[in-house]
């Protein structure tokens, strides 16, 4: 049950975020970090795993890049940590911030979607959308 109202509460906060976007740089900073202690909190596995992603994402759409490190740093889910990182990078790199969409990339493990990201950044080809490896097809050589 607590684990529940954590929950809520997270989710209650992203929505307060959204529809408050305009605040200070200083009050979504400090707003970025109530939310990651509140999901670091949280005792269930992937309902924090979960929490700690959207952070990490949110994070990187303000700009924030020591809050999605935190966040993505803190998911015990190999796969799902992969993702929030790939996520996060293509985050920043849609702000056109280079360097810190390569902090975020190198913290993905995956070593194919880490090197196809790094080699998208190589190229400076356009990011095409993140997809979870659980759903990428096993190529047959």
Known sequence: MQNRLTAVAILSASMAFIAFGCASHD??????QERLDAATAIQSAPQRDWALSNIATDAAHTGNVAVSESAVSQIS??????TAALDAARVFESHRDRSDAMVMAKMIDNAVFRDGLMGEFAADAPLPPAQPAATQPATMP
């Open 77 to 82: 889910a190999g796969p799902a940590r992969d």
């Open 27 to 32: 009050d979504v900073r400090v707003q970025l």
